[in-house]
């Protein structure tokens, strides 16, 4: 069974980088029909979607957060990231990797980044 | 970008009672990509329904979607107290965006 696991630092001093990996396993990520998304939850609030890779490793990303993201693939390690610029302490949230195709079928536990100096 | 709606806010019923949650797109979403999740505290959210109506493996079929356009509904028939729970509707084309949430409460 696919899972889905997210690893980085916990707390991001402001204007920092917050750098997040999702590690695959009981899958690979190299496979055509999927893609790999980031989304990320507010403490108390909703979901946002953040952007996703493909295996090819092009991406789409949120307009809103476009400036500041960029999301990699790494087939050979069977991990995607995620890399947030400027962050301050809007972008304290819990991050969830995710696996896309009809909806989001899979999903990592999330992990709490807290962005604070 | 396509903004979900959702409503109502908060919804509190007894168990056994039906429960009938609404997103609403403010442009027409093309091709039947609409997706409902159950989120629960501390844990990631849940696919229930994927392509407007369609169950995600392993869920009861008391969770139903139903909807076109830019108007959708979930539907939870005969409600139990572990459907207490926090529910998304999301939209996957074009771009992805999630509706704001609907809190199901069970007396």
């Known amino acids: 069974q696919l899972q889905l696991r997210e690893s980085g630092p916990g707390l991001v001093k402001p204007s920092e980088t917050l750098s997040l990996t999702c590690t695959v396993s009981g899958g690979f990520v190299n496979v055509a029909t999927y893609y790999w998304s980031w989304i990320r939850q507010p403490p108390g609030k909703g979901l946002e979607w953040i952007g996703d890779v493909y295996y090819s490793g092009s991406t789409n990303y949120n307009p809103s957060l476009k400036s500041r993201v960029a999301i990699s693939i790494d087939t050979s390690k069977n991990q995607f990231s995620l890399r947030l610029t400027s962050v301050t302490a809007a972008d304290t949230a819990v991050f969830f990797c995710?696996?896309?195709?009809?909806?989001?079928?899979?999903w990592g536990p999330g992990t709490l980044v807290t962005v604070s100096s | 970008e396509i903004v979900l709606t959702q409503s109502p806010g908060t919804l509190s019923l007894s168990p056994g009672e039906r429960a009938t949650l609404s997103c609403r797109a403010t442009q027409r979403i093309s091709s039947v990509f609409l997706a409902w999740y159950q989120q629960k505290p501390g844990q990631a959210p849940r696919l229930l329904i994927y392509g407007v109506f369609n169950r995600a493996s392993g869920i009861p079929d008391r969770f139903s979607g139903s909807g076109s356009g830019t108007d959708f509904t979930l539907t939870i028939r005969r409600l139990e107290p572990e459907d207490s729970a926090v529910y998304y509707c999301?939209?996957?084309?074009?771009?992805?965006?999630f509706g704001g949430g609907t809190k199901v409460e069970i007396k």
């Open positions: 999301q939209q996957y084309g074009p771009s992805i965006t």
């Open positions: 995710a696996k896309g195709g009809d909806g989001y079928e899979e």
